[in-house]
């Protein structure tokens, strides 16, 4: 089969497009023909370095997915062949002290698709049923594949982790990314107030059009200060951020007292000022978030079919063109996913 795999870190030229043999469907097992999948932050992480991951080489890139299931179980009760399905990427082992407790998303032998195992830039892939979901019927199959790491790591942080009300301000930091992205729409559809930042003004204004209450540009203003303008001088209730260091001091000095920080990535460095007498006598809470599990993605999905949410693709490849699609994913140019089509 067709599929995109690296054979070892560095940049494009470990990247390859060829041929890999089929996953066989193992018991348990659904196997899918995938339409289209798309890019995460991640995908380029495994490119450069994929340190601290345990995996082998060649390995096919991809964590998330959407496309036809090809062959199930005879007795499977819930999927069956021909159904367009959306793929949720982790695989808990389902048997340790965390999975048994029901939160799988802390599972110590977790493996994600095209991280630990063979990924989703590929034909086919066959995974547990349990990974496996009904599309919602209003999205292509690029839109829904966005669904299985962005707005699954976006619902975690802002309905588990921060449990927003729909009264609440819930400030947004960076975006264009998928993350900021999937924040802004279902906290948006959930009925909160949401301020996003940007470096760019034309991404503030895209993010305006799509709902946005407010948009503040890193670049030119002190984010805290303009946030305070729009509060009221109050502050926001949550601040959903993945870009680390470089945003931390203004995150903390815009909550409001007893205010929520929900953290999910460090892309511009991972050790900022902890600023601890501010979280202790504001009683601030920061929370550390990653994916989210199962019962979390029955019910984003169930949420975006009610609200006919869209995610937002920026640009579509062809998997032949997964040069270019990591290109455009590294500029950080890009307003929502970068897409992979992988028709027949
Ligand atoms: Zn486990």
């Given at each position: 089969?067709?599929?995109?795999?690296?054979?070892?870190?560095?940049?494009?030229?470990?990247?390859?497009?060829?041929?890999?043999?089929?996953?066989?469907?193992?018991?348990?097992?659904?196997?899918?023909?995938?339409?289209?999948?798309?890019?995460?932050?991640?995908?380029?992480?495994?490119?450069?370095?994929?340190?601290?991951?345990t995996?082998?080489?060649?390995?096919?890139?991809?964590?998330?997915?959407?496309?036809?299931?090809?062959?199930?179980?005879?007795?499977?009760a819930?999927?069956?062949?021909?159904?367009?399905?959306?793929?949720?990427?982790?695989?808990?082992?389902?048997?340790?002290?965390?999975?048994?407790?029901?939160e799988?998303?802390?599972?110590?032998?977790?493996q994600?698709?095209?991280?630990?195992?063979?990924?989703?830039?590929?034909?086919?892939?066959?995974?547990?049923?349990?990974?496996?979901?009904?599309?919602?019927?209003?999205?292509?199959?690029?839109?829904?594949?966005?669904?299985?790491?962005?707005?699954l790591?976006?619902?975690?942080?802002?309905?588990?982790?921060?449990?927003?009300?729909?009264?609440?301000?819930?400030?947004?930091?960076?975006?264009?990314?998928?993350?900021?992205?999937?924040?802004?729409?279902?906290?948006?559809?959930?009925?909160?107030?949401?301020?996003?930042?940007?470096?760019?003004?034309?991404?503030?204004?895209?993010?305006?059009?799509?709902?946005?209450?407010?948009g503040?540009?890193?670049?030119?203003?002190?984010?805290?200060?303009?946030?305070?303008?729009?509060?009221?001088?109050?502050?926001?209730?949550?601040?959903?951020?993945?870009?680390?260091?470089?945003?931390?001091?203004a995150?903390?000095?815009?909550?409001?007292?007893?205010?929520?920080?929900?953290?999910?990535?460090?892309?511009?460095?991972?050790?900022?000022?902890?600023?601890?007498?501010?979280?202790?006598?504001?009683?601030?809470?920061?929370?550390?978030?990653?994916?989210?599990?199962?019962?979390?993605?029955?019910?984003l999905?169930?949420f975006?079919?009610?609200?006919?949410i869209?995610?937002?693709?920026?640009?579509?490849?062809?998997?032949?063109?997964?040069?270019?699609?990591?290109n455009?994913?590294?500029?950080?140019?890009q307003?929502?996913?970068?897409?992979?089509?992988?028709?027949?």
């Amino acid at each position: 089969m067709k599929a995109a795999f690296i054979t070892g870190h560095g940049g494009n030229e470990v990247v390859q497009v060829g041929e890999r043999e089929r996953p066989a469907r193992r018991p348990g097992e659904v196997r899918v023909r995938l339409h289209a999948a798309t890019l995460n932050q991640v995908d380029l992480y495994m490119r450069n370095s994929g340190a601290g991951i345990t995996h082998s080489l060649p390995q096919i890139m991809g964590l998330d997915g959407a496309g036809v299931i090809d062959e199930v179980d005879a007795d499977e009760a819930l999927l069956k062949p021909g159904q367009r399905v959306v793929l949720h990427p982790g695989l808990n082992c389902g048997r340790c002290e965390f999975c048994q407790r029901g939160e799988g998303v802390l599972c110590t032998r977790m493996q994600f698709l095209g991280e630990h195992r063979d990924g989703s830039f590929a034909e086919w892939v066959s995974l547990p049923a349990r990974n496996v979901f009904p599309m919602p019927a209003h999205l292509d199959f690029m839109e829904a594949a966005a669904l299985g790491v962005n707005h699954l790591t976006a619902w975690r942080m802002l309905f588990t982790k921060a449990r927003v009300k729909p009264w609440e301000t819930v400030l947004v930091f960076g975006i264009g990314g998928g993350v900021s992205l999937a924040a802004l729409q279902l906290a948006k559809a959930a009925g909160a107030r949401v301020i996003v930042t940007s470096r760019d003004d034309i991404k503030l204004e895209r993010a305006m059009a799509m709902g946005a209450d407010h948009g503040i540009n890193s670049r030119s203003g002190d984010v805290a200060k303009a946030v305070l303008t729009f509060t009221g001088g109050r502050g926001v209730d949550v601040v959903i951020e993945n870009v680390g260091e470089a945003v931390w001091p203004a995150a903390m000095k815009s909550l409001v007292r007893g205010g929520r920080l929900v953290t999910c990535g460090a892309t511009s460095g991972d050790q900022p000022p902890a600023d601890l007498r501010r979280i202790f006598i504001r009683q601030l809470q920061i929370l550390g978030s990653t994916h989210g599990d199962f019962s979390e993605f029955h019910d984003l999905l169930a949420f975006i079919e009610q609200q006919r949410i869209v995610p937002v693709i920026d640009s579509r490849f062809p998997i032949e063109g997964i040069h270019e699609a990591l290109n455009r994913l590294e500029s950080g140019l890009q307003f929502g996913k970068v897409g992979l089509s992988i028709q027949p």
